[in-house]
């Protein structure tokens, strides 16, 4: 088998949503780029992949109760580039709120800061809340937000090939420092945009950045088997994993690419202890210190309905149809809840680890074969790595996780190549003329 | 007297379009975030206040002829701020191709990054080929732009200011991290922008970015009035550098602003030589090394009519008012040729080395004399120092030029204050409610 591909995925003080309130937590990290760059140095010398970061261009959640806000991604990873030199950078942003031309030329500029580490994670944003600080009264329809996106991509990928590789001649005798035919504009006239280029910045070291994709949702593994050559995505079990993944692969297999240039890595929020008694107390204790009241509010804003911590959730749901939303993560919730017989209580419980990804509270060895199953048996090409504690929960996963996979013939000692691309053992794109 | 200002505008491998033909430059620097960080350095070597970036979202002129396309200020400015510990960073981006939630965003997030050095120089962005990488056939009218521009600031500061100075509480016993509070959505609704907010960071460290401008015409210097703390202007004689200081100056104190809190900054391209003979002869390089018919070309484009290289300018020009682009830029030229009776060939050479800033070709005393005349004649609060050619002008002006000016109580010798606003001697601004 091919080597796994794993991503630090960075967030605050961890993924688990009161890891802020752990003595060893500074509450003050999720703006502090010293603590990002102390994680991406930790993340490097575990040879993963990539740091990963999400976003949305909102305020989510309630400030009070959890560290609320990041900063914007493309710049802090721009930071993270200073400190180390071979792990990937992939930044989440939304094709729903930005122009083409501006972001492109983002991505590009960080590909061309970092030498080739550039990654995008594009998504479409769902939720109201971030329509309304762009000049919208709802978010745009699911379907409409996909066809944006995809749109968006190619002018993103046309104005990323509007400079030929060699298009820099800089030959001082003639006065001649690009050949012109080789700068080209794009003259895009779409449903959604008008660009014509060419690009201010030329192509950068690896051609086009990483381009990865999110949603699990019809439209976005559609999307996803059309654009995308990582795929993050929420699954619970072996069984969904397994048909997500042939799913994807045979999208992407239907529409004329190779299925093993589409890596599909689940998320998944190891909670590391020397005994399992050891991971199980420190998954119970950040557990005990979510505030109930306050996830409750955040389903019902999901759901659309009122809910009772003690019961389990009302059988009239909305069917996914029906969301405007993050239908895929609406779905996975729904069946976690159903399947498991969970009440309220006992749901948000397995939330607020992971909100939605697969917790696993275990020893260093139990953590690498659970990867290694999953892996071995059709589920997944690598793992986006959520620990619940940051930084402790990332340094338990390379001191302790990552030796153990390495051992095992499963992940690289150190790195072979030196772009994002080549981690993941990608071919660099050339430009389509 | 207080002591002057001096940003280095960082522009490639220097501001005359010739520059990258010198044997010493290296063609691809414009790209090549080292070159930045080492020019960075030079500058904090010298102590001046900031380093400053010009940007458009297009490919400005030709790349065949020098080299075209520049790195995304923001994301740049990161990279040199991870290099750096006191010097400011200022990034030029526009209010006419940007959300304001996102950029308001990426400035408040360099100002965490770089712990309180980040400043904004707000433009317009003159020009038809921006526009159509932006959706539109044209450039949106010049009062429109200035118009959307106001709304535009308005709208970032209430968002910097969505969050209180105090808004974190972090208590983890109480399991309250901020005070909700102390958070608050904006709920801007303007003829340009509907945003809700609040800002997804919190209140950075400057509280706002420095606030810089850089347009000159009517509607410009209105808008600075209003709202720069640092003005940039190209001006080329004493006499009109004087009339534009006193009349900004008034400007602002008819406004009810102290007119100290507005500094203005004259662009200077100095080119130095041990002697004068050295200093003239790069000069006389540089403008051998430019392309007359290319430059034409720029010049028939901005009037739009055919000129003859060995003639002066037609008598029958169209009047700023009649001008949508860059106004105050035109009438500069045109003054320019007027006043020193200059053919088109001529004019291209003055313009050559700054693109209508005040060249000046002397000696590191000459150099200081200048900057030395203006600052004591009521023409300027400091300078934006545009070396012709880089690194190697700006080594020279801060190992040369600097000294001087430091000798003669003119400029600091260390850095008294942590951000930019302490260096400009400006007020952290406090949150209205």
Same mark, same amino acid.
């Given at each position: 088998?091919?080597?796994?591909?794993?991503?630090?995925?960075?967030?605050?003080?961890?993924?688990?949503? %009161?890891?802020?309130?752990?003595?060893?937590?500074?509450?003050?990290?999720?703006?502090?780029?010293?603590?990002?760059?102390?994680?991406?140095?930790?993340?490097?010398?575990?040879?993963?992949?990539?740091?990963?970061?999400?976003?949305?261009?909102?305020?989510?959640?309630?400030?009070?109760?959890?560290?609320?806000?990041?900063?914007?991604?493309?710049?802090?990873?721009?930071?993270?580039?200073?400190?180390? !030199?071979?792990?990937?950078?992939?930044?989440?942003?939304?094709?729903?709120?930005?122009?083409?031309?501006?972001?492109?030329?983002?991505?590009?500029?960080?590909?061309?800061?970092?030498?080739?580490?550039?990654? #995008?994670?594009?998504?479409?944003?769902?939720?109201?809340?971030?329509?309304?600080?762009?000049?919208?009264?709802?978010?745009?329809?699911?379907?409409?937000?996909?066809?944006?996106?995809?749109?968006?991509?190619?002018? $993103?990928?046309?104005? #990323?090939?509007?400079?030929?590789?060699?298009?820099?001649?800089?030959?001082?005798?003639?006065?001649?420092?690009?050949?012109?035919?080789?700068?080209?504009?794009?003259?895009?006239?779409?449903?959604?945009?008008?660009?014509?280029?060419?690009?201010?910045?030329?192509?950068?070291?690896?051609?086009?950045?990483?381009?990865?994709?999110?949603?699990?949702? !019809?439209?976005?593994?559609?999307?996803?088997?059309?654009?995308? !050559?990582?795929?993050?995505?929420?699954?619970?079990?072996? %069984?969904?994993?397994?048909?997500?993944?042939?799913?994807?692969?045979?999208?992407?297999?239907?529409?004329?690419?190779?299925?093993?240039?589409?890596?599909?890595?689940?998320?998944?929020?190891?909670?590391?202890?020397?005994?399992?008694?050891?991971?199980?107390?420190?998954?119970?204790?950040?557990?005990?210190?979510?505030?109930?009241?306050?996830?409750?509010?955040?389903?019902? !804003?999901?759901?659309?309905?009122?809910?009772?911590?003690?019961?389990?959730?009302?059988?009239?749901?909305?069917?996914?149809?029906?969301?405007?939303? %993050?239908?895929?993560?609406?779905?996975?919730?729904?069946?976690?809840?159903?399947?498991?017989?969970?009440?309220?209580?006992?749901?948000?419980?397995?939330?607020?680890?992971?909100?939605?990804?697969?917790?696993?509270?275990?020893?260093?060895?139990?953590?690498?074969?659970?990867?290694?199953? #999953?892996?071995?048996?059709?589920?997944?090409?690598?793992?986006?790595?959520?620990?619940?504690?940051?930084? $402790?929960?990332?340094?338990?996963?390379?001191?302790?996780?990552?030796?153990?996979?390495?051992?095992?013939?499963?992940?690289?000692?150190?790195?072979?190549?030196?772009?994002?691309?080549?981690?993941?053992?990608?071919?660099?794109?050339?430009?389509?003329?």
């Amino acid at each position: 088998m091919t080597k796994l591909h794993l991503n630090a995925f960075l967030m605050g003080v961890g993924h688990h949503e %009161a890891s802020w309130r752990l003595p060893e937590s500074d509450p003050y990290a999720s703006w502090d780029v010293e603590h990002f760059q102390n994680l991406a140095r930790i993340a490097e010398r575990g040879k993963l992949d990539s740091v990963f970061l999400a976003d949305s261009p909102v305020l989510m959640g309630d400030p009070g109760r959890r560290p609320g806000g990041k900063l914007e991604p493309t710049i802090l990873l721009t930071a993270l580039a200073g400190v180390t !030199e071979h792990i990937g950078l992939i930044a989440t942003a939304s094709t729903s709120y930005n122009e083409p031309y501006n972001l492109a030329r983002r991505f590009a500029s960080l590909d061309h800061v970092s030498h080739g580490r550039a990654g #995008w994670n594009i998504v479409t944003t769902a939720g109201a809340d971030a329509a309304r600080n762009f000049g919208l009264d709802d978010v745009p329809l699911h379907r409409e937000r996909y066809e944006r996106a995809a749109e968006f991509v190619e002018v $993103s990928i046309r104005l #990323w090939d509007s400079w030929a590789d060699d298009a820099i001649r800089a030959d001082k005798q003639a006065g001649v420092h690009a050949d012109a035919a080789k700068v080209r504009p794009i003259d895009h006239r779409g449903r959604f945009f008008r660009v014509d280029g060419p690009l201010n910045v030329p192509r950068s070291p690896q051609g086009h950045p990483l381009l990865v994709q999110a949603g699990s949702s !019809e439209d976005g593994r559609q999307f996803a088997a059309r654009y995308a !050559e990582a795929v993050f995505t929420a699954q619970q079990t072996l %069984a969904e994993a397994q048909a997500f993944y042939q799913d994807l692969k045979k999208r992407a297999a239907d529409l004329g690419r190779d299925p093993a240039a589409v890596k599909i890595l689940p998320g998944i929020v190891p909670v590391i202890g020397d005994t399992e008694a050891e991971a199980r107390e420190l998954d119970a204790e950040l557990d005990r210190l979510i505030s109930p009241e306050y996830a409750k509010r955040q389903l019902e !804003e999901r759901f659309g309905l009122t809910l009772e911590l003690d019961e389990p959730l009302p059988a009239n749901l909305p069917s996914e149809d029906e969301i405007e939303g %993050a239908k895929s993560r609406y779905t996975l919730i729904v069946d976690l809840a159903r399947r498991e017989n969970l009440t309220v209580r006992q749901l948000i419980g397995r939330l607020g680890g992971g909100r939605g990804h697969r917790t696993f509270a275990g020893t260093p060895v139990q953590v690498a074969d659970a990867i290694e199953d #999953w892996s071995k048996n059709g589920a997944a090409d690598g793992f986006n790595i959520m620990p619940a504690v940051l930084p $402790s929960g990332l340094e338990a996963f390379v001191g302790k996780v990552v030796p153990i996979l390495q051992e095992r013939g499963l992940f690289r000692t150190e790195y072979e190549g030196a772009t994002l691309r080549e981690h993941y053992g990608l071919p660099r794109p050339g430009v389509a003329r």
